[in-house]
């Protein structure tokens, strides 16, 4: 007899846990170390003032914070939003021309034309389609090629800083043995208390005032509309929107692409005039919240999203403290934590490939091409490998797949 036992409706209270709000906190703490840096340097390339600066990372923090709450709490799922990282390495060569010449409010224009297209293309579903049609094995490749370079890059920060880093994954091992919801508190914790000790930190210049954030009219040309708003649509597409939502189905989420894509592209565009390039769902920092590690309970881990959210907030406002803070931490410390925080969502991703479940054996030669073009960090035009891994996979398996034939005896019945 079926179970007639009713699934508690969420709580916020009830379903908080102090290690999906540590995920969430984890999720922030990568993004601000490593992704923002691009950010900062495409403004020092650009030559943006120091105001304009700290608009820029308000309103990517802003911006992706509201999206994770709002839809983090609406779906209860862990949704992962940030901004682009490729787009920005994109601006790193694109934005100094354009500012030379006072372009800048035109530049702005892109950004909302880039948004706008961005809601057209997820509102219509047409990305979600591609995702959901793809063979489970290809698109575990595809999060498994983003995660590799993490965990390989925990292995040179403990030779660059074996004290620190050595220790903060011996943290995390005694963590994952002892307590594992906690083991990469544990490894941060130990970290940080390793990098203070040794006097691995930097010189502390922390400023504390609440960042402003600088409205700049947008105006519009053709030119940059083609020449920066279309590669950049490109780029944030396929190189993180793709993967977020791997990432999100990879994890057993029924992700609403209609509704995460179109928001994003709609935030983006409100969130342009004040120097917000791209927002985009998230794959590395996803792949820490949906994970067991932020909570054992499928249903809870939307904690970790609005906890993302919250922290993106407080960090926007606190742009210019946030980033002198960080400055402080060796990087050999961040390099560890997010290979660490990433183990476990690479061991599922790297399962997923080498199983082909209902499809045919070689979907599994498929997604090792997927994960070798992805690994492999090409960008031609511009687009990032994971985009060429996951277009080399399906095309693989579309050639590799043996057609079906049709029953002889379902004919002759049918005959």
Known sequence: MPSTATVPRPNLIRDSSFSAIIAGFVAVAIS??????VVLEAARAAGLPAEVTASWVWAVSVGSGLTCLVLSWLTR???????????????????????????????????????VLSAILGVTGLFGKLIAATPKPITAAVLA?????????????????????????????????????????VSMAVGGVLAAATGSTQAFN???ALTTPVWITPSFSLDVLLGLGIPLLIVT?????APGLIVMHQSGYDANDRL?????????????????????????????????????????????GMSCGVFY?????????????????PAGMITALAGVALLAPLQNSLYDTMHEGA?????????????????????????????????????????????????????????
């Open 260 to 304: 995460l894509l179109g928001s994003c592209g709609v935030l983006s565009a409100v969130f342009a005039p004040f120097a917000c390039h791209a927002l985009n769902m998230a794959a590395v920092t996803a792949a820490i919240a949906t994970s067991r590690e932020s909570h054992p309970e499928h249903n809870r881990r939307y904690i970790a």
């Open 206 to 208: 922390l400023h504390f």
């Open 77 to 115: 799922q862990p949704v992962m939003v940030a901004w682009s990282i490729p787009g920005a390495a994109l601006l790193i060569a694109v934005l100094p021309g354009y500012v030379a010449q006072n372009r800048l409010g035109e530049v702005i224009g892109a950004y909302i034309f880039t948004g």
């Open 145 to 185: 090629g983003v995660l590799f370079p993490f965990a390989i890059k925990v292995a040179q920060a403990v030779v660059q800083v074996p004290i620190v880093a050595g220790g903060l994954v011996l943290g995390y091992l005694v963590g994952r043995r002892l307590i594992p919801r906690y083991a990469v508190f």
């Open 237 to 241: 597409a396929a190189g993180q929107n």
């Open 313 to 329: 907030v407080i960090g926007g406002f606190l742009a210019t403290f946030i980033v002198s803070l960080f400055s402080a931490i």
């Open 359 to 415: 499809h045919h054996k070689s979907v599994i030669e498929s997604a090792l091409i997927t994960l070798a073009v992805t690994l492999s960090g090409i960008q031609p035009f511009g687009i990032v490998a994971a985009f060429w891994g996951l277009l080399a996979g399906i095309l693989a398996y579309a050639i590799l797949r043996p057609r079906r034939r049709k029953d002889p005896a379902a004919a002759a019945v049918s005959g």
């Open 32 to 37: 601000y170390a490593g992704p923002l840096l």
